[in-house]
């Protein structure tokens, strides 16, 4: 199951806990395609989960992994980085 490092609690809870965001808004993970057949995964923030979703959950923060990303994400922990202007960079690694 994914895991979460302590930064990238820090920064979902930045996030989500913005004004005018519902309590159980979280950060929601899914694949995603690009134009050129290339995939992914997509970031986006989430009024709750969909059905099938995986919901980690982490100090006081909600990660929702869409069913199809679960597999890819078993083994990976999310990080996070802020720069010096405050925009987030979402990171995967192996778990350690």
Do not use: C
Not at 49 to 65: C, L, Y
Not at 71 to 90: C, I, M, R, T, Y
């Amino acid at each position: 199951m994914l895991t979460l490092t302590d930064q990238a609690v820090a920064a979902i809870r930045d996030l989500t806990n913005r004004p005018g965001l519902p309590a159980q808004t979280g950060l929601r993970i899914e694949p995603q395609s690009t134009a050129d057949g290339a995939s992914g995964l997509a970031l986006s923030l989430s009024d709750g989960p969909q059905a099938g979703d995986q919901v980690i959950e982490e100090a006081d923060v909600q990660v929702f992994v869409q069913h199809e990303a679960a597999p890819v994400l078993a083994d990976k922990a999310l990080d996070a980085q802020v720069n010096d202007e405050g925009e987030v960079s979402f990171l995967l690694q192996q778990q350690a």
